[in-house]
């Protein structure tokens, strides 16, 4: 499984929402905290863009050091339609410091140090040291996960629908017009994770690994070719 440290690295350099939050700060417009760019330096800390004259660089701009904490916050929403669509949190602290030059003008990039970290996923919650969020790297599908995710969702809805057959006694699967429908729910280069909708809205989640970590999408295609096969049988 991708370790706590790479979940919360793919979540910051992934497209899902993120706000970045000063205490104290008085912000009458929750959109003013919301970065336009977001990345990861070779030291672990994050830089954020934002306007040149949003509150959030405004206060960091006036900070002197490192005295000004913040948190950027993570939402994680599943890119198809599926029962509880949250997939994941995460919470990345530290000090707040501003970067004349960075960014184009009438922008600001603003550097947050990180000093501490922390997600609640599909895989549970965990502390995330700042070393190990440096030495992490996000996942090798990231950046074409919600594509793959609403494609298998849209054109391989049949194909999803059998992956119930792997599961053995978990559901009653032999009559297609009574299996559970399937949606694919998350995506990462160690396998597929689908979730499967019962009658009345009942639901569960079903992990399906691949035969070995995958790198790129063509050798993403090979092990969902394998999948399905393995479903069909």
Same mark, same amino acid.
């Given at each position: 499984?991708?370790?706590?440290?790479?979940?919360?690295?793919?979540?910051?350099?992934?497209?899902?929402?993120?706000?970045?939050? !000063? /205490? +104290? #700060?008085?912000? $009458?417009?929750?959109?003013? @905290?919301?970065?336009?760019?977001?990345?990861?330096?070779? &030291?672990?800390?994050?830089?954020?863009?934002?306007?040149?004259?949003?509150?959030?660089?405004?206060?960091?701009?006036?900070?002197?050091?490192?005295?000004?904490?913040?948190?950027?916050?993570?939402?994680?929403?599943?890119?198809?339609?599926?029962?509880?669509?949250?997939?994941?949190?995460?919470?990345?602290?530290?000090?707040?410091?501003? !970067? /004349? +030059? #960075?960014?184009? $003008?009438?922008?600001?990039? @603003?550097?947050?140090?990180?000093?501490?970290?922390?997600? &609640?996923?599909?895989?549970?919650?965990?502390?995330?040291?700042?070393?190990?969020?440096?030495?992490?790297?996000?996942?090798?599908?990231?950046?074409?996960?919600?594509?793959?995710?609403?494609?298998?969702?849209?054109?391989?809805?049949?194909?999803?629908?059998?992956?119930?057959?792997?599961?053995?006694?978990?559901?009653?699967?032999?009559?297609?017009?009574?299996?559970?429908?399937?949606?694919?729910?998350? @995506?990462?280069?160690?396998?597929?994770?689908?979730?499967?909708?019962?009658?009345?809205?009942?639901?569960?989640?079903?992990?399906?690994?691949?035969?070995?970590?995958?790198?790129?999408?063509?050798?993403?295609?090979?092990?969902?070719?394998?999948?399905?096969?393995?479903?069909?049988?």
């Amino acid at each position: 499984m991708p370790s706590a440290a790479e979940r919360t690295r793919t979540l910051v350099q992934s497209t899902c929402s993120a706000a970045l939050v !000063v /205490p +104290g #700060l008085d912000v $009458p417009c929750p959109e003013h @905290l919301v970065p336009s760019s977001r990345s990861v330096g070779p &030291d672990g800390d994050l830089f954020l863009e934002f306007p040149a004259g949003s509150p959030v660089v405004r206060a960091a701009t006036r900070a002197q050091g490192d005295e000004l904490t913040a948190v950027l916050e993570l939402t994680d929403v599943a890119p198809v339609s599926v029962p509880h669509r949250i997939r994941g949190r995460a919470w990345v602290s530290g000090w707040l410091t501003s !970067v /004349p +030059g #960075l960014a184009q $003008p009438g922008r600001m990039m @603003l550097r947050l140090e990180t000093a501490e970290a922390y997600v &609640d996923d599909l895989w549970g919650a965990q502390d995330v040291e700042p070393d190990a969020f440096r030495d992490a790297a996000p996942d090798p599908l990231v950046v074409h996960e919600t594509e793959l995710l609403q494609h298998l969702h849209a054109a391989h809805g049949e194909q999803m629908g059998t992956l119930c057959a792997l599961l053995g006694e978990r559901t009653g699967c032999e009559c297609a017009a009574h299996r559970p429908s399937a949606v694919p729910v998350a @995506l990462d280069r160690f396998g597929l994770r689908v979730r499967f909708v019962e009658g009345q809205g009942s639901c569960f989640d079903a992990r399906f690994e691949f035969p070995e970590p995958v790198r790129d999408v063509v050798e993403l295609r090979r092990a969902m070719h394998t999948l399905f096969e393995a479903a069909s049988c």
